[in-house]
């Protein structure tokens, strides 16, 4: 049998067994998310389709997905939607500006090779798809991190009904900054990984610096790592503000009904 | 103003020194980057001109519509000898622009520099790449200072554990390049252990919480390679597709163990010191707690991160393919085809990521709770 069906039974059987049926909704999600950039893929295919409306619109879907179906609509999801979403708009602006600037969308010399049989005249934007290409890879952590500034938020207002919007503003960055290391890490090893193949590649051929810096597969792998740790910052005081602008206002909007 | 007074206040000496080094830091290295073109032996250009000479519609095999733009370019010459010279350049692009590229003034391009037999004929080259190192520069300042502005301390600990992880990797590929009778994998087994030590210990401390944490974390990253490495062997690998490391001389089969090995590391290593530090923080909090209540909120935590985690590795690895994979459909490529060339390995890696997450959710449990019980007998 198949390698990948082993793993996904594995991996299924763990989540169920230590998981319980959270985890076979986690499994589940995971693949309403394949499907999700998959059929993405296949939008993107159309060079009339916008890139980024459509990378914007599967972000959606996506965060709903992770944010909705695991942990069900409530206060605290519905925050931290709104941030996620907020902060997948600023991030693609930015990514847009740099992947332009830095021209390192489509495929670097390195990959030419493996596609030269295709004709690679094919009428999408490849500057946008690459914009999409870096959101996507960073979706998940932002999503996680949202969701972990603002249910320990509502716990504070909870226990401490009379506390202001600026100090719970101020918790919300403090608890953002204690994931902070971890999540960023998470990204970074999970890239380290992915690219492994890429960097012996270096060695082996001894690129000098020179070379490395300037070449557009490594310039793009830099800046996808750049930019999941921008965003996985970013969210933090994004989160934490729209999180306690919502608590606070719903308690003003509780007292005055009283 | 009381406002503005008190934060001054708040500014201590030490910030002071470090905002300035850094903005002095920030000013050098994007002058010697905007400077640095002596240092490089290729000829740089900057483009001056521009002037778009042909464009034609073209169709390809698939029906795909296409633009095809000729662009003459005036270059001047940035080092070498002729340096500071005009030097014409052509350049062939196309609207969707998957391995070339439009040109604007002010651009930086690497060319090589044509012979000519007539001295006071124009100077002719070939343009070969761009000049990206300053892009490269100003995203990594955007990212220092978003996340020292946001992060502060535990922002500056992410900036050092990625310096340092990363210095360590390239590190030991040069080991493993220079000495071929090591393995790769126990290069980067080893690899790991340092990785795994130097950021736990930085994000959490010396303590028993990032001890517990480092055991778990060792234990879950190679049980999961492990369990994979066990499901290889049983499928004889029937479903991974390497062509996409086909560059390489090297197995692709042990680059990508490796790589699984230090890819699902982050996930592994944040999973573990979550369970760790509220286990911890239970016990802290009420130094009576049963091994049973421990074991069931260790176990609630679990479930609440385990669908993050696996989701987060799950973008991280699958989104790098998009591109390869709109380029084989255009290319009307068989659906199954192209699916398991582009994503076989990363779907796998995904999958043993995970595997490996949702496996250090009871193994750093149990560390943490051994750890409790020996802390609570010594007391």
Redesign the interface.
């Known amino acids: 049998?198949?390698?990948?069906?082993?793993?996904?039974a594995?991996?299924f059987l763990?989540?169920v067994l230590?998981?319980?049926s959270?985890?076979a909704?986690?499994?589940i999600?995971?693949f309403f998310?394949?499907g999700v950039?998959f059929m993405t893929?296949?939008f993107?295919?159309d060079?009339n389709a916008d890139p980024i409306i459509l990378t914007l619109i599967a972000s959606t879907i996506?965060s709903c997905i992770?944010l909705f179906f695991?942990n069900n609509v409530n206060n605290k999801t519905i925050t931290a939607f709104i941030s996620t979403i907020i902060t997948i708009t600023i991030l693609i602006f930015f990514i847009a500006i740099?992947t332009d600037?830095?021209?390192?969308?489509?495929?670097s010399e390195?990959?030419?090779?493996?596609?030269s049989m295709?004709?690679?005249?094919?009428?999408?934007?490849?500057?946008k798809?690459?914009v999409?290409?870096?959101i996507?890879?960073?979706?998940?952590?932002i999503?996680?991190i949202a969701?972990?500034i603002a249910s320990p938020m509502r716990e504070i207002i909870h226990h401490n009904p009379l506390i202001s919007r600026k100090d719970l503003f101020t918790s919300g960055?403090i608890i953002?900054?204690?994931i902070?290391?971890?999540?960023?890490?998470?990204?970074?090893?999970?890239?380290?990984?992915?690219y492994?193949?890429l960097?012996?590649?270096f060695?082996?051929l001894s690129y000098s610096i020179?070379e490395i810096?300037?070449?557009?597969v490594f310039?793009g792998e830099?800046?996808?790592?750049?930019?999941?740790?921008?965003g996985v910052?970013?969210v933090?005081?994004i989160t934490s503000w729209i999180t306690a602008y919502a608590l606070v206002r719903t308690r003003e909007k509780n007292e005055l009904s009283k | 103003m009381s406002i503005v007074v008190n934060t001054f206040k708040k500014i201590t000496c030490k910030q002071i020194l470090l905002y300035t080094m850094l903005t002095l830091c920030f000013a050098i290295s994007v002058f010697f980057v905007n400077h640095n073109h002596s240092f490089y032996e290729r000829p740089i250009a900057k483009v001056v001109e521009t002037n778009l000479e042909n464009t034609t519609e073209i169709i390809d095999m698939n029906n795909n519509k296409d633009h095809l733009f000729t662009q003459h370019i005036i270059a001047k010459l940035q080092n070498g000898e002729k340096k500071g010279q005009l030097i014409h350049l052509t350049n062939e692009y196309s609207s969707s622009g998957a391995y070339d590229q439009e040109y604007h003034a002010g651009n930086e391009l690497f060319v090589s520099i044509e012979k000519n037999a007539d001295a006071n004929a124009d100077i002719t080259g070939t343009i070969h790449d761009v000049k990206r190192d300053k892009h490269v520069l100003i995203i990594t300042w955007v990212f220092i200072f978003t996340l020292l502005v946001i992060g502060k301390k535990q922002g500056l600990f992410s900036i050092i554990s990625l310096v340092v992880n990363a210095a360590l990797l390239s590190y030991a590929l040069d080991i493993y390049m220079s000495t071929s009778n090591i393995s790769l994998i126990w290069v980067c087994g080893i690899s790991v252990i340092l990785f795994t030590v130097f950021s736990l210990l930085l994000i959490n401390g010396f303590n028993e919480k990032s001890y517990a944490a480092i055991v778990a974390t060792l234990l879950g990253t190679f049980a999961s390679l492990f369990i994979t490495y066990l499901v290889m062997l049983l499928t004889s690998e029937n479903g991974l597709r390497y062509e996409e490391m086909q560059f390489l001389t090297r197995p692709p089969q042990l680059v990508f163990m490796a790589g699984l090995l230090i890819g699902s590391l982050g996930a592994v290593m944040d999973v573990a010191i979550t369970m760790s530090s509220s286990i911890f923080g239970l016990y802290e909090k009420n130094n009576n707690i049963s091994v049973k209540a421990l074991r069931t909120s260790g176990m609630d935590i679990g479930k609440d991160i385990m669908g993050a985690m696996t989701n987060i590795l799950f973008f991280a690895y699958i989104s790098g393919s998009i591109p390869m994979l709109i380029l084989y459909f255009k290319n009307a490529s068989p659906f199954g085809f192209s699916l398991s060339i582009n994503l076989s390995l990363e779907l796998a890696r995904a999958l043993a990521g995970g595997i490996g997450v949702v496996i250090t959710i009871p193994i750093s449990l149990y560390t943490a709770i051994f750890y409790v019980n020996r802390k609570k007998a010594r007391s």
């Open positions: 049998m198949n390698v990948l069906v082993w793993l996904a594995i991996l763990l989540m230590i998981g319980g959270k985890g909704r986690s499994f999600a995971l998310n394949f950039i893929i296949l993107m295919t060079p996506i992770t695991i740099v600037d830095a021209m390192i969308q489509g495929f390195e990959e030419i090779e493996e596609i295709f004709s690679l005249y094919i009428g999408v934007d490849f500057v798809i690459g999409s290409m870096i996507m890879s960073t979706i998940g952590a999503t996680d969701i972990s960055l953002g900054r204690d902070l290391g971890t999540n960023t890490n998470t990204l970074f090893f999970a890239f380290f990984g992915g492994l193949a960097l012996i590649w060695k082996e020179g810096v300037n070449s557009k310039t830099m800046i996808t790592i750049l930019c999941a740790g921008i910052a970013l933090i005081p």
